[in-house]
């Protein structure tokens, strides 16, 4: 008799975990931290000099990534993916994602520059850019965003070293979810149709 | 040797032996480096980066190694080799020296290298990938479209010269 009970009991355990795991947020594959990051304070020029606030609009995402455009290959390999990532919705959702790039560059990256950069792999896209070194490092440190300006003459190549992480993040200015440099477009495109049929 | 010899299982393994060591001698040359799956990324028309990537795959017993890369000038200024790397510190650190902030860094930092030599260990493949190692554009002279190709001469310093020809595509083929 106990050993009957005992695997009812077993399966009552396994129902019970195929429900939690069937529901809510465990289905994001991308870092999902504890407690999130808040960064509705946050807020970064575009090309027209409007203060932009790294929230995204009622019900919608916003994806938010720091680079520069002279980056032959983090940089553009994540925008691609990125790219590849929202092409992978229905367009209804499509429509309700957007990218913001803040160029950790604002010497070589003007506002042009930034702007055709993004207009190569989005339709619409911010362009973030502030030569104001405080109000970068304020946006970069909310997002724990590290970076290094290589050593310079003036006029001279350099490289920039930078966190190479994308943000999702919310109507409420919180981050949602974290995609690291290597993610896949598939998982990404799954991450974003559970977050937007949450709203 | 003579038909006879072959019946007997030694003989004929050490001829078959000595058939496909011939065979083996003359096709290991000096190039026994293959180089498949050549791409770059196309690049935005404001861009002065580019990259391309690769398959190199070293089919002989002696280990090998690029060691330098060129393009026409008509494609860029310069190409060097590189390698993305995450920085060593970071992803446990915190922000503005602790006290007060508890914002946990976001992943380690990445940076490129230049790098004088891949190398391309014997009977191994290396891949050039995003995210790798990778050849670096310096200064595009034009964007690179999709559709159009590059034709890169890579240098082996064992076997020499070799010129490859990279598809320009959106993503990885």
Redesign the interface.
Known sequence: MRAVHRVTFCVGLVVAGVVLGSCGEAELQGAV?TPP?EVAPVSLPDESGRAVAMTAPDDQLLLVYFGY??????C??TM?DLS?AIDGLPTELADRVTVAMVTLDPERDTG??LT??L???FNESLALRTTDTDELTTAT????????VEDHAPGE?Y?V?????T?VVDDSGTVVV?W???FESEAMTADMEVLLKEF | MSTNDLRHPVRAALAVFAAVSLLGACGGTSTDIDVTDAWARTSAAVANAGAAYMEIVNGSETADALIAATVDPSVAASVEMHETVAMASGSDTTMGGGMESVTTMAGEMMEMRPVDRIDIPAGESVSLEPGGFHLMFIDLVEPLETGTTITLTLTFEGSGEKVVTADVLETAP
Request: proline letters at 8%; hydrophobic letters at 35%; one cysteine or more.
């Open positions: 931290r990051l455009t002279s980056c032959p290959d983090i553009p390999t691609s590849v042009e520059v055709g950069y207009g190569h792999f440190s909310a997002f724990g965003v590290q970076f290094e190549s490289q070293a930078h966190t190479a992480v943000f974290e690291p440099f290597g």
